[in-house]
């Protein structure tokens, strides 16, 4: 199939993006690295009258740090992510997590940006944004505000963005001391959707956590952030309270079923996840079988 005839403006700047987006309303979408877009109009899933292609906006591309703050240009590409020196030092966990997106043919186009505001509750980045306490900085005709990550998700491929914004950026605090961080996910083949996923930062003292971030995706419309985790804060951790904080988890998640795994099955994937994890931040194999393929 090929998509329903549109007309296509290629943006000069946030500013005009933005003039186009508000004179469209609904029938205009942005178009970054096209990876989700197109298909999604290929299949007629959605028909936009306009395409406004953002690909051109210098000011929206890069990688910086600034005091504390790690800054993501809205239209960094994973491979960019991948390969970024800032990135392995400031926020592992990205690294570690891009990895597992898609393939490489997908992660020389496709942006974080995009991958974001597309807020596919199985996907590996809108979960680490989570995980890192990241700020989503939006641009609209009245100015930029700041939503947090965890807030920014609202539902299936659904955000806090209206459709005359624009993401144009992410921040994330740097990496503190004694953080560690860990990525895991069961997919049927490397680079495909996952079936349920675990990004967690944490900050450790001695062997126990000072602050532990854990979120699961593709166990519900949007990335969950485990709360039953703050039984593992400040407290040397045996198998028992291991067994009880994954109890919990159990009891928070609600897991859709598809054709790749019933509900349960996602909660069981959910308490092995936790254990991987947790064992593997504390470095202490004993308290989970098995390694994360
Ligand atoms: C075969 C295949 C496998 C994939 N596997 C995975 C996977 O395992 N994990 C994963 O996470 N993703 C996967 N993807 C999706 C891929 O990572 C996309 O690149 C990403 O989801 C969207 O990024 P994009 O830059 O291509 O966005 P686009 O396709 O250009 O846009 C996606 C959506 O976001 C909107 N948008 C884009 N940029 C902005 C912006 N700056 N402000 C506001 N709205 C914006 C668009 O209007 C559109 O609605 C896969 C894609 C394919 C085709």
Do not use: W
Not at 121 to 149: F, H, K, N, Y
């Amino acid at each position: 199939m090929k998509a329903a005839a549109f007309s296509y403006a290629r943006a000069t700047s946030v500013v005009n993006a933005l003039e186009l987006l508000a004179a469209r309303g609904d029938d205009a979408k942005v178009l970054s690295g096209g990876q989700s877009l197109m298909p999604a109009m290929n299949l007629r899933l959605i028909s936009p009258e306009l395409i406004v292609d953002i690909g051109g906006i210098a000011e929206l591309k890069g990688i910086a740090v600034r005091g504390d703050v790690l800054a993501i240009g809205a239209l960094t590409r994973h491979v960019d992510l991948q390969r970024s020196p800032e990135i392995a030092a400031h926020a592992p966990l990205l690294t570690e997590a891009i990895a597992h997106v898609a393939h490489p043919a997908i992660r020389n186009k496709g942006t974080i940006g995009g991958s974001l505001a597309h807020a596919d509750p199985a996907s590996e980045l809108p979960a680490c944004m989570v995980a890192l306490d990241a700020t989503i900085v939006i641009g609209g005709q009245t100015g930029e505000r700041r939503v947090a990550a965890r807030d920014f998700f609202t539902g299936i491929y659904e955000t806090a963005l209206s459709a005359d914004e624009l993401l144009t950026a992410v921040e994330l605090p740097v990496a503190r001391k004694n953080s560690a961080h860990f990525f895991c996910e069961f997919a049927r083949r490397h680079g495909d959707y996952a079936i349920v996923g675990v990004a967690a930062q944490a900050i450790l003292e001695g062997d126990m956590f000072a602050d532990l971030r854990l979120v699961f995706f593709a166990v519900g419309d949007r990335p969950a952030l485990c709360s039953g985790v703050s039984k593992l804060i400040n407290v040397a951790i045996t198998p028992e309270i291991l067994l009880n904080a994954s109890t919990t988890l159990e009891a928070e998640l609600d897991p859709p079923e598809d054709q790749q795994a019933t509900a349960s099955m996602r909660r069981h994937l959910a308490r092995v996840l936790l254990t991987r994890c947790v064992s593997a931040l504390l470095g202490r194999p004993v308290l989970a079988a098995g390694a994360c393929a």
